[in-house]
Structure formats: C-alpha cells, structure tokens
C-alpha cells in the first residue's frame, strides 16, 4: 500500500474514531509480536514450538501437567522480558482521552494494563493468577509460586494458570461482558488478530449484526477482512496506532467533533 493512501485510511480511522459513541477495541496476539512475544499462528508461532493440541488443551493438562507446565513456565519467561510498546500505549492514550471504552483482548500477557489502560476483559483469562484445581483457591502469580515443576497449591492439588485452554470455557461474566460490549459499540478496532478461533472471532460478528463499523488492523489479511470488515488497515499496529492517537490529539481531528 502506498503511503498516500495509509496516511488516508489513518485520517479516516481517526475521523471515524473521534465520532464513535463506544469505540472498543478486540485485540489479539499481533498486537504483541512487537513486544518480543510471538503470535501462536504462522511462522515462528508458539503454535509451531508447542502444538496446542499437545501443550494447551485441558485435557492434556489434566492427565499431564508436566508437560503442558513445561511450555507455560516458557511463556512466563517470554512474558517477564516483555514490555507495552507504542501500539499499546496508543490504546491506553485513547482511553484516557474518552475515544475508547474498553478492550477485549485474547491476550493474556498484561501488556495493555501495564501500558495504563483500565477497561480491559481478557476473554482468555490471564497469566498473572493461577488457580488450584483441587481446592479452587486462587493465588497470584509470582516466580516462587511456579518453581515447582509441577508447581503446587499448599493444599497439593495442582495449579494453573488462570488461561482458557481449548476445551475449556469461557468464564460466563467474561463471555457476558465482551458480548454487551459488542451489542454496544459502534466501532470495534480489530487488532493483531487472526481470528480464527471462536467464540472470539464471533465478536465483531455480533458487533457488526447491530450496526458497528468493524475497522481492522492487520499485517495481513484475515477471515474477516473480506465479508465482516468494512476497512481493513494492513500495517503493524504499533506503528499506526500511535499515528491515530496523534491526530487525534493534536485537534487536527478534535476529540468528539
Ligand atoms: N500488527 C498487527 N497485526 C499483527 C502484527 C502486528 N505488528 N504482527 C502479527 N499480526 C497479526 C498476524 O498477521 C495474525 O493475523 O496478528 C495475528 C495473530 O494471530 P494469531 O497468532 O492467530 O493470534 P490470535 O488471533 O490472538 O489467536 C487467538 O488463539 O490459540 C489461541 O488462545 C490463543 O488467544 C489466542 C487465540
């Protein structure tokens, strides 16, 4: 894409944005590459490293937590080396400037909390607890809590991280407040995500059924680009991101003109 025209598709999003009543925001892995994590998809994907029907299913974890442990404790060390960057700083500015509502993400890496954003539903749950799955209590998340190879509870039953595994469900106030949120918005930013997988990529499904501009940005295309989409931005979100929250800020587009 030439620039003339990312620099058009950025006004647009900024114009469009400034306008929104609820904007919300769904975000996925991509929007995460450049904070040094991986996607799960595609090239050099965890997925490749760690197929998910062996290392991330709950059955899997449930007859053998040692295994599915070793690729979590990896994880944890990717995510303790990671930090926000501009695209998540960009959400976050958005946020405080009252154009954003709030932020579905799928990730589970903290990353748009630690880059101030307060309105966030992790729809697959998070890394930063780990429940027992013998007596139910929930711990948070520290180095010592998982030094274990199989890292325990004091009661011995074995803990897990509070993520969705395939197989597992959604928390029902997760997959009730995400979908209000969709049923609410009229623009949802599509961010860094693949979208193959459900009942995620149903959200700007149900968003768009009620009306919603479904803006998405990508470095590639993806399911929804071609029938669910009305724009789709191709380009890293960390860099056009932060152009969206300069326009804005600057008053060249003025917030809720
Ligand atoms: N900016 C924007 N998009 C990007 C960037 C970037 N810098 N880098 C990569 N992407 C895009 C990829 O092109 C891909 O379409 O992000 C998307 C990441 O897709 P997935 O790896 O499939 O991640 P996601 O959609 O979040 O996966 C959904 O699947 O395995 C489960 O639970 C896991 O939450 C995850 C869910």
Same mark, same amino acid.
């Given at each position: 894409m030439i620039e003339d025209e990312v620099q058009e598709q950025i006004e647009s999003l900024a114009d469009v944005l400034s306008q929104a009543k609820h904007a919300i925001a769904l975000t996925g892995a991509g929007i995460s590459v450049e904070s040094g994590i991986p996607a799960f998809r595609g090239e050099g994907g965890l997925w490749e490293k760690y197929p998910a029907d062996e290392y991330a299913t709950y059955s899997g974890f449930l007859t053998?937590?040692?295994?599915?442990?070793?690729?979590?404790?990896?994880?944890?060390? %990717?995510?303790?080396?990671?930090?926000?960057?501009?695209?998540?700083?960009?959400?976050?500015? /958005? !946020?405080?400037? +009252?154009?954003?509502?709030?932020?579905? %993400?799928?990730?589970?890496?903290?990353?748009?909390?630690?880059?101030?954003?307060?309105?966030? /539903? !992790?729809?697959? +749950?998070?890394?930063?607890?780990?429940?027992?799955?013998?007596?139910?209590?929930?711990?948070?998340?520290?180095?010592?809590?998982?030094?274990?190879?199989?890292?325990?509870?004091?009661?011995?039953?074995?803990?897990?991280p509070m993520i969705v595994l395939f197989g597992e469900q959604i928390a029902d106030d997760s997959l009730r407040n995400a979908q209000n949120e969709a049923l609410l918005c009229d623009i949802m930013l599509v961010i860094g995500t693949s979208a193959q997988v459900v009942p995620a990529s149903m959200l700007p499904v149900i968003a768009k059924s009620r009306g919603a501009m479904i803006l998405e940005m990508n470095v590639e295309r993806t399911l929804l680009s071609n029938d669910v989409a009305d724009v789709s931005l191709l380009g890293s979100a960390s860099l056009r991101l932060p152009r969206v929250v300069e326009l804005v800020s600057d008053g060249i587009i003025p917030s809720g003109a």
């Open positions: 053998n937590p040692l295994k599915q442990w070793a690729f979590f404790k990896e994880l944890y060390t %990717t995510l303790s080396d990671a930090a926000p960057n501009p695209a998540h700083y960009a959400l976050a500015e /958005l !946020e405080r400037l +009252g154009m954003l509502k709030s932020i579905i %993400t799928q990730n589970i890496d903290n990353l748009h909390q630690r880059a101030g954003s307060k309105r966030v /539903l !992790e729809f697959h +749950g998070t890394t930063q607890k780990l429940e027992c799955m013998s007596c139910g209590a929930v711990l948070p998340f520290s180095e010592e809590a998982i030094a274990a190879p199989v890292p325990t509870c004091r009661c011995g039953g074995v803990l897990k």
